[in-house]
């Protein structure tokens, strides 16, 4: 059983800043690629950034700049830094992560809620 817990998120106001986590835990032999998507009302799951095993990064063009995507390997935990935070930033954010168990397959969290104030 593989659990993600994301964690993180908030009310800011625009400019500010917060730092996402989200923890991996159960039975895990490896993590592979892991990546932060996120939810706005009325619209479409959209990828935020991605991050391989070997700390490959890959950010959506609307965050370059203004978010950072990190992991512990160690620590199986997946980090989302965002800073000058806009309100179209406002959405539940999802942790996602390609695990190997006896088996590989796709994990995600429940999502944590950020909400940006102009």
């Known amino acids: 059983q593989v659990q993600l817990v994301e964690s993180g998120g908030g009310l800011v106001q625009a400019g500010g800043s917060l730092r996402l986590s989200c923890i991996a835990s159960g039975n895990i032999f490896r993590i592979n690629g892991m990546g932060w998507y996120r939810q706005a009302p009325g619209k479409q799951r959209e990828l935020v950034a991605t991050?391989?095993?070997?700390?490959?990064?890959n950010y959506a063009d609307s965050v370059k700049g203004r978010f950072t995507i990190d992991r512990d390997n160690a620590k199986n935990t997946l980090y989302l830094q965002m800073n000058s935070l806009k309100p179209e930033d406002t959405a539940v954010y999802y942790c996602?992560?390609?695990?190997?168990?006896?088996?590989?397959?796709?994990?995600w969290g429940q999502g944590t809620r950020v909400t940006v104030s102009s």
């Open positions: 991050v391989t095993s070997s700390g490959v990064t």
């Open positions: 996602n992560a390609n695990i190997v168990t006896k088996i590989w397959d796709s994990y």
